[in-house]
């Protein structure tokens, strides 16, 4: 790693044990770098496969007379970054993340560009295990999603007891479709992902909102409980 020192710092580039530093568009940046557990898991393939078909289809000439828009919806809407700026991303990247997210629920992929509408956010959510038998593990809503709102659940692994801090540790278990009311019964995806935990040990799980229309996912509703 190579950082120049003055009044602040004005350089800083390369990696240092698990500190990474890196140039955003925000400004320099230092990360905490993590290796991926499973870096050639059948998930994260598909996920690349779908960040390449999508690619492909962008630059297709059938897309033509749809990018226009694309950028014009990409222009309209800055996204605020984790240090509060807004940052415009691209049509393309506007266009690949709706049908990313479109596809992983099953959904067909959206050329036109949809019009823009602000996606619900979960109200407080609580999870609940009960050993059974049988067993459930039951996240409850206090509000059901619009018609038109898929929900996307993701999980962590068992977790000590003392954990507060989830971090990066979440993964996408199931998802649930328009509709669908809770209470959510997820024992059976989460043993099949993780395994069963032990007695006393925490679970985590993070509930979204997805408007289907735009392929847009809200903010997150975090609940956990002991099993």
């Known amino acids: 790693m190579n950082i120049k020192w003055g009044l602040k710092v004005e350089k800083a580039h390369g990696k240092v044990g698990h500190v990474i530093a890196i140039h955003t568009r925000a400004g320099w940046a230092l990360w905490h770098h993590k290796k991926p557990r499973q870096p050639k898991t059948s998930a994260q393939r598909e996920l690349r496969n779908a960040f390449r078909s999508l690619s492909m289809l962008w630059a297709d000439a059938s897309m033509a007379t749809y990018r226009h828009d694309w950028k014009a919806l990409a222009l309209a809407h800055p996204e605020p970054n984790i240090y509060g700026a807004d940052v415009y991303k691209t049509g393309c990247q506007w266009f690949i993340r709706a049908n990313r997210n479109r596809l992983t629920i099953g959904e067909s992929v959206l050329f036109a560009a949809p019009a823009w509408a602000a996606v619900d956010e979960p109200g407080p959510t609580t999870l609940s295990h009960v050993h059974g038998p049988p067993a459930y593990l039951y996240i409850i809503p206090t509000d059901s999603p619009a018609a038109t709102d898929a929900v996307i659940i993701f999980a962590s692994r ?60 809200g903010k997150k509703r975090q609940a956990w409980d002991y099993w």
């Open 158 to 217: 068992a977790l000590s007891p003392g954990k507060v801090q989830l971090g990066h540790q979440q993964r996408m278990l199931t998802y649930v479709k328009p509709s669908t009311p809770g209470l959510w019964d997820i024992i059976v995806e989460y043993i099949l992902k993780f395994g069963t935990p032990t007695t006393g040990q925490k679970v985590f799980v993070e509930v979204w909102y997805m408007d289907i229309a735009q392929g847009r996912i």
